[in-house]
C-alpha cells in the first residue's frame, strides 16, 4: 500500500496530482491545470486544459484571453467548466468537487479525493457574506491547503456595514469633492459597488476604464451594480458628490487629475495597518477585504478539523505557531509566484 | 479620548497643513476644558510619563498574547504602539467607559514602574483600537504624526483667533493642561500673567533683501555674525531669580551655556549672537572663533570645565526687549539701540559686548562695506528700519537680512534615503523643502532639491538619528520625516523647472551647515528661491 497522501505533492510551481498528471494553480503554464479562481497569482494563461468554475472561464477569457492566439497560432485550449457541486473525475482515479470559496465571483475550493483520502485545496477564501458569490462552505477533509493572507493576530476586519457608512459619510461632508475608492479590479470593486447598492446608495458610480469590462462581465452572471459610468464619458463637475472606483494603481496617477479634488480611499485589509495606508496616501482607508481574516482562519481550521494543515501564501509563520499552539498538524509549502494581491 | 482618537486617526491620514490646521483648531474649540488642554500637550509634545516606555508596552503584551505572534506582528507593523492597539485581546465585557484624556493622564501620571504593567492594561480595556492607539502614542510621549509643535499652537491660535506669538509668548511659562491660555483665548479673560518668569520671547526675524534698495536715512545695518541667535532672559527676584538662554525656537539652552547664565543677574530680555572666543575673527570686534568651533558645544547637556575653558562663549547682543522690568518692545530700534549702548557698561564685558552699527551714509557705500568684508564670522548685513518697535515674527518693510553668499538657503528636511558604499547603512540622501507661503496659514513644504554631501561623518551619524526618530513614514528605502530639522543648502544657480512640483530645480546643491537651531516654520520660501532665479 501506498504511503498515506503520496498522491498529492506541493512543488514551488503548484500542487501537483500525480495521478491525473495535473496541477492546482500552478504558475506556470501545464497540460492540465485545476484553476480556484480568476486571480492572477492562481489563474494564468496558457495550459493546455483548465478546469474551472464557468464563472472563473469567463473571467480568464476576459483577461488572460485563454483561447486566444499567440503569435506561433492559435493555442490549443480547451475550458472544462465544472458547476459548484460538481465532481469530475480525473486520469488515475482522482475526484475533483467544485465548493463555493467565498471569495469572488466563480471563487472555489477544490476537494481532490483519491484512495479514500481528501484534500482540499481552498484558493483564497472568506467566510463573510458577499453579494457578488455563494458563501464558503465547511467540507470535512484530510488535509486542508489554505492560504494565509491575513495570517497575522492584528488582522480583523471589522463588518463591511461600517466600512461603507465611513464612506458614504464622507462624501455627504464632502459633496464638492468626490470619493476616489481604489479597489481591485477583480471582486473587490463589485463588491464595494454592490455593497453600496445595499446600503441604499442609487446614485451613478463612475468606472476607471480598467473597471468595465469586469463589472459588465459581474452584471451577466446576475450581479446587480446599478448605474455605472466611465469617468472618460462625463466632465469633471459631474462627478462632485460622487463615488469613483479605480484599480488602486490609478489612485496617485496622473489619471487622478481629471477627477474633483478626489479624497483617496482604499478598500484593501492591508488599511488594517496605518503605516500602509499612508505609504499609498490613502486619506480614507477602508478594511474590506476578500480574504479572511486572522479570526476566520483559525475557526476554519477548527471547523474543518483536518489531520493536517498546509499553508500556501501570505503569513505562514504566524499560522504554523497557532498550530504548534493548540497541538495541530501544519506545513507550510513554500510555493513561487502566489503574492498578495492588491487585497 | 474617543473624540481625541478620532483628532489622532483623521490627523494620520491628512497630509495637507491647511487640513491638520482645521481638524485640531475645531477639536480645540467643541471639546470641554480640561481634555483639550491635555491633548494640546500631546500634539506639542509637552506630555511625559516616565513609567511608561515602549519596553512597558511590550512586556504587557507579552504577558497578555503569545511571544512569538507578538514578535511576529511587531516586525509586520514596525510600530509598538500601533501594533499593540492592534492585538490587544478586547475583553469579553463590551461595556467600556472609555476614560476621558484627562482622566487618562491622571491615570498615566501616578503609574510607577511597578504597577505601569498591570494600570496600562486596565486603561486599554476601556478603549477600542483606535482609543487604544491614541492612549499609547500619548504614553510613550512622541506621537510622530506629522504634528509640530509649532503646528499645533498654530492651530491653537487659529481656533481662537490670537496671535501665535502671542501664544509663543506665554507658551513657555504655563504647563498644561494649560488653563490660563483657554482663559485668556477661548473664554476672554486676562493674558497669562507672566511677569517674573524667565520667559522666552518670539524673536523679530528678517525678510531676504533681495532686490530692495533702502535708504541708510530710514535704516541702520548691522553685521549678521555667524554664531547662534540667542534671547538671554532673567526675571524673578531673591530665590527665584533666574536666568535663562533660550535658542531660536525657543528651546532652553541654559544647560548648554552655563556661563552666560552666570554672566547675566538683572532682570532684563536681551537679543543677540552667541559666539565662541577665537582669534578666527579677530580685529577691533574681538575675537570671536569659526562657526565650527560654536558647533562643538552645541547640542550639549552638560559642558565639561576643559571645554568651559578652551571654547568659552560671550554674547554679541544686537536688541534688548526689556530692562529692569520695563518692556522696551514699542520703542523705535534707535531709542532701543540708545539703551543698549548705555546698559552694556552694566554688563560684565568678559561674556557682553555690542554689535556694532556699521556706519554708511548711502546704500551703494553699504554695499561697498559688504562687498570688502572678510572674516567667517561674518554672514552678511542686517538692515533694520530705525523707528522699528520689536515686533515677533517677520514683518515686510522693517528687518531685511542682506547675505554675503545669496545663494544659501534655508530649507527644511523632509524625506531621506540610505547611501551607498561605505554610507550604506546611514540615511545620507537628503530631499529637502521650502514653504510655499506661510506656514503659519497653512502652507506645505515643497522639495526643491536633494543632497548627499557637505556634512562630516560626526554630523552625518547626528542626521541619521533625527532621521530615524522622526520618522513618521517609510516607503521601501525611503523614510518620510517630521518636518523639523532645518538645513542651510548652497547651490550653484536655480533655474526654473516644469518637472518639480516646486517649480524649481537647484544646480549643485549641497548642504552647508545643519541647522539644529533653527525652527522649521522659519526656513525660507519658495517665493525666496524663485527671486533667485536668474534665467
Ligand atoms: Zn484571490
Ligand atoms: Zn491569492
Not at chain 2, 503569545?66 to 469579553?92: M, N, Q
Request: with cysteine; aromatic share 8%.
Amino acid at each position: 500500500m501506498a504511503q498515506p497522501f503520496s498522491w498529492i505533492k506541493p512543488e514551488p510551481h503548484g500542487i501537483h496530482i500525480l495521478p491525473a498528471d495535473s496541477w492546482v494553480d500552478p504558475s506556470r503554464a501545464v497540460p492540465h491545470a485545476l484553476v480556484t479562481h480568476g486571480h492572477a497569482d492562481h489563474a494564468r494563461g496558457g495550459h493546455g486544459e483548465t478546469v474551472a468554475t464557468p464563472e472563473t472561464l469567463a473571467i480568464m477569457e476576459l483577461r488572460y484571453r485563454t483561447g486566444a492566439e499567440d503569435d506561433l497560432g492559435e493555442i490549443s485550449h480547451k475550458a472544462v467548466p465544472v458547476a459548484y457541486g460538481e465532481t469530475i473525475r480525473l486520469k488515475g482515479g482522482v475526484d475533483a468537487t467544485y465548493i463555493p470559496a467565498g471569495h469572488v465571483l466563480g471563487s472555489a475550493q477544490i476537494l481532490l479525493e483519491h484512495a479514500g483520502e481528501k484534500v482540499i485545496v481552498t484558493g483564497d477564501y472568506k467566510r463573510r457574506p458577499d453579494p457578488t458569490c455563494p458563501p464558503f462552505q465547511v467540507t470535512p477533509c484530510d488535509i486542508l491547503v489554505t492560504e494565509a493572507t491575513f495570517g497575522l493576530p492584528i488582522f480583523t476586519h471589522p463588518p463591511i456595514e461600517d466600512e461603507i457608512a465611513k464612506l458614504l459619510k464622507r462624501l455627504a461632508d464632502e459633496p464638492d469633492r468626490c470619493v476616489l475608492v481604489g479597489a481591485y479590479a477583480l471582486g473587490k470593486a463589485q463588491r464595494v459597488i454592490a455593497e453600496l447598492r445595499r446600503a441604499g446608495h442609487v446614485a451613478p458610480i463612475y468606472l476607471h476604464g480598467a473597471m468595465e469590462k469586469m463589472c459588465r462581465l459581474y452584471e451577466e452572471h446576475g450581479v446587480d451594480l446599478g448605474e455605472l459610468r466611465l469617468v472618460s464619458d462625463y466632465k469633471k463637475d459631474d462627478m462632485r458628490g460622487h463615488i469613483v472606483v479605480c484599480p488602486p494603481s490609478a489612485l496617485n496617477d496622473r489619471w487622478s487629475r481629471r477627477l474633483p479634488e478626489p479624497i483617496t480611499a482604499m478598500a484593501s485589509g492591508w488599511m488594517r495597518v496605518r503605516q500602509r495606508a499612508r505609504q499609498r496616501n490613502v486619506e480614507l482607508p477602508l478594511i474590506i477585504s476578500d480574504h479572511a481574516d486572522w479570526d476566520e482562519l483559525i475557526r476554519t481550521v477548527e471547523e474543518v478539523n483536518p489531520y493536517e494543515s498546509w499553508i500556501t501564501h501570505g503569513r505562514e509563520e504566524a499560522l504554523l505557531r497557532w498550530h504548534q499552539l493548540t497541538q495541530r498538524r501544519a506545513r507550510a509549502l513554500a510555493l513561487v509566484g502566489y503574492d498578495d494581491e492588491d487585497d | 479620548m474617543e473624540r481625541f482618537a478620532a483628532l489622532i486617526d483623521t490627523l494620520v491620514y491628512t497630509r495637507s497643513r491647511n487640513t491638520k490646521l482645521a481638524l485640531i483648531a475645531e477639536y480645540l474649540r467643541e471639546t470641554p476644558d480640561p481634555d483639550r488642554g491635555w491633548a494640546l500637550a500631546a500634539l506639542s509634545d509637552g506630555l511625559d510619563f516616565p513609567a511608561v516606555k515602549s519596553s512597558t508596552i511590550r512586556n504587557l503584551l507579552k504577558e497578555r498574547v503569545d511571544p512569538i505572534l507578538w514578535t511576529l506582528s511587531r516586525d509586520f507593523v514596525g510600530d509598538t504602539a500601533e501594533c499593540a492597539s492592534l492585538l490587544w485581546p478586547a475583553p469579553e465585557d463590551e461595556t467600556r467607559h472609555p476614560p476621558s484624556v484627562a482622566e487618562a493622564v491622571e491615570a498615566l501620571s501616578a503609574m510607577t514602574r511597578k504597577t505601569a504593567i498591570g494600570e496600562l492594561g486596565r486603561l486599554l480595556d476601556r478603549l477600542d483600537p483606535s482609543g487604544r492607539y491614541a492612549l499609547l502614542k500619548m504614553a510613550t510621549g512622541a506621537m510622530r504624526i506629522g504634528v509640530s509643535a509649532r503646528l499645533a499652537k498654530t492651530a491653537f491660535a487659529q481656533a481662537f483667533d490670537v496671535s501665535v506669538d502671542e501664544v509663543e509668548e506665554y507658551w513657555h511659562g504655563l504647563a498644561p493642561p494649560y488653563p490660563e491660555l483657554f482663559d485668556w483665548a477661548a473664554k476672554g479673560g486676562d493674558p497669562p500673567d507672566t511677569e517674573n518668569l524667565p520667559l522666552f520671547r518670539p524673536f523679530m526675524l528678517a525678510h531676504p533683501l533681495e532686490e530692495t534698495v533702502v535708504s541708510m536715512d530710514d535704516y541702520a545695518a548691522e553685521w549678521k555674525w555667524d554664531g547662534i541667535r540667542v534671547q538671554l532672559v532673567h526675571a524673578g527676584v531673591g530665590e527665584d531669580a533666574e536666568t535663562r538662554v533660550y535658542s531660536r525656537s525657543g528651546d532652553d539652552i541654559s544647560a548648554t551655556f552655563p556661563e552666560m547664565v552666570d554672566a547675566l543677574d538683572i532682570q532684563a530680555v536681551l537679543d543677540g549672537e552667541l559666539l565662541v572666543r577665537g582669534t578666527h575673527q579677530g580685529g577691533e570686534e574681538g575675537g570671536a572663533a569659526s562657526f565650527n568651533a560654536l558647533q562643538q558645544r552645541l547640542g550639549r547637556k552638560t559642558v565639561s570645565k576643559k571645554m568651559l575653558r578652551e571654547a568659552p562663549a560671550f554674547v554679541r547682543l544686537y536688541d534688548v526687549l526689556q530692562w529692569r522690568g520695563e518692556d522696551l518692545r514699542a520703542l523705535p530700534w534707535s531709542k532701543r539701540r540708545a539703551r543698549l549702548e548705555k546698559l552694556i557698561g552694566e554688563l560684565p564685558e568678559t561674556h557682553f559686548d555690542l554689535s556694532r552699527v556699521v556706519e554708511a551714509k548711502t546704500f551703494e557705500e553699504l554695499a561697498a562695506i559688504r562687498e570688502s568684508s572678510r572674516g567667517d564670522a561674518i554672514e552678511g548685513l542686517m538692515l533694520k528700519r530705525r523707528d522699528s518697535p520689536y515686533i515677533a515674527g517677520r514683518k515686510t518693510g522693517l528687518w531685511y537680512k542682506w547675505k554675503r553668499d545669496p545663494l544659501l538657503v534655508d530649507c527644511v528636511l523632509m524625506y531621506a534615503q540610505r547611501g551607498s558604499g561605505k554610507r550604506s547603512s546611514f540615511f545620507s540622501d537628503y530631499t529637502f523643502g521650502c514653504w510655499d507661503g506661510d506656514p503659519d496659514k497653512g502652507a506645505d513644504l515643497l522639495p526643491v532639491g536633494k543632497a548627499y554631501s557637505g556634512f562630516t561623518d560626526e554630523e552625518l551619524k547626528k542626521i541619521d538619528r533625527h532621521v530615524r526618530q522622526n520618522t513618521i513614514n517609510r516607503f521601501g528605502p525611503v523614510r518620510e520625516t517630521e518636518k523639523e530639522l532645518v538645513f542651510e543648502v548652497a547651490f550653484d544657480s536655480i533655474h526654473a523647472s516644469k518637472r518639480h512640483k516646486s517649480g524649481l530645480a537647484m544646480r549643485f546643491p549641497r548642504i552647508h551647515r545643519i541647522r539644529w537651531d533653527k525652527p522649521a516654520h522659519e526656513a525660507d520660501r519658495i517665493e525666496t528661491l524663485l527671486a533667485m532665479v536668474r534665467d
